[in-house]
């Protein structure tokens, strides 16, 4: 195995089966700290340079790649765009998923944060955001931000496409998507990029170094930096790195990590008593409903917030 450097580091040269994810740049919504989801918006000035930064490390570490994969959310397309326009590989293969999408933030999305907690509550939103299997509200049918009335998604048939999600949810469509379409890629010998949003990505994170629920709810990763796998012949994870410059990454994880214990409750536990809500695509509903579950849906004390792109 080649040298691959520390884990904030980038490698000597990098590895042949390497594979590689990066989290969208920093978008509009994220500066205006709104929740996101589906919502299609922008990259910012911050966010294009961002994702500049990453491909320029890619291209200074010797990487190349055969295909790339991304969702149908202009600020991972826009992202992936700039990343290859730095390593002059714009011709490259582009495979655009809605399963690649963000979770999807249902009736809170377009809300700023501080006000979707003075409405609801802080505890209410905190449970929302930090839960592995709680979702918000659903928007209703017909909503402008239903995707089942949107462009983007007309070739998707209407049962698939969600009202609201939990983080649960998003795994249960980007995993199948990346065990069906881009893992027989990889096991073919094609070298896969994937720049998506922060839950998706953390959700084949999960899979992939098989993590529990509460310890991926302590994953953080950073915007516009390059986080690359390499794997041994049974598809187990041999090697995981970040690509740039260690102390700007080591910020950029710590500044994730800060925003989340910005934003947690005092409680310690706050799912224990509340209305577990329902992660249903399907029918909408206006309040959460209960949530399917799974064997231990209790968060750690210390769990960090899931932050949402």
């Known amino acids: ?29 994220n500066k205006l700290n709104l929740f996101t989801g589906w919502t299609d ?18 291209k200074e570490a010797g990487f190349d790649f055969d295909v790339c994969y991304t969702s149908r959310l202009k600020r991972a397309i826009h992202t992936l765009n700039i990343v290859l326009g730095q390593m002059d590989r714009e011709w490259l293969p582009v495979i655009k998923s809605w399963k690649l999408n963000e979770r999807h933030y249902g009736a809170l999305q377009g809300l700023n944060k501080a ?3 003075a409405e609801h509550g802080d505890e209410q939103v905190l449970i929302w955001r930090r839960s592995f299997d709680i979702c918000p509200p ?10 089942h009335t949107q462009e983007q998604y007309r070739d998707v048939a209407p049962d698939q496409l969600p009202y609201t999600e939990c983080l649960k949810d998003t795994i249960a469509r980007a995993w199948p998507y990346f065990e069906d379409e881009i893992r027989p890629q990889m096991l073919a010998g094609k070298r896969v990029l994937i720049a ?9 994170v999960m899979k992939l170094e098989h993590l529990t629920p509460e310890e991926i709810l302590k994953v953080n990763i950073p915007t516009g930096v390059p986080l690359v796998y390499t794997f041994d012949t049974d598809f187990n994870v041999l090697d995981k790195r970040y690509i740039g410059d260690p102390a700007t990454i080591a910020a950029k994880i710590d500044a994730v990590a800060n ?5 947690s409750s005092p409680n310690p536990n706050p799912t224990r008593g509340a209305a577990r809500p329902r992660c249903d ?8 409903a209960p949530c399917s579950t799974i064997s231990n849906n209790t968060l750690a004390p210390d769990a960090p917030v899931v932050t949402e792109a």
Do not use: C
């Not at 500049?52 to 490390?57: D, H, M, P, V, W």
């Open 281 to 288: 695509v399907t029918p909408p509903i206006r309040r959460s």
């Open 196 to 204: 998506a949003h922060g839950n998706s990505l953390r959700s084949l």
């Open 1 to 29: 195995m080649p040298d691959q450097g520390g884990p904030y580091g980038a490698p000597s040269r990098p590895a042949d089966d390497a594979t590689l994810l990066i989290r969208h740049g920093e978008s509009e919504w």
């Open 138 to 147: 659903a928007l209703e049918p017909n909503d402008a931000r239903d995707p």
């Open 115 to 117: 006000d979707a907690a």
């Open 41 to 58: 918006v922008e990259l910012t000035d911050t966010g294009r340079e961002e994702a500049a930064a990453g491909g320029r490390a890619l």
């Open 259 to 263: 925003q989340a214990k910005r934003t």
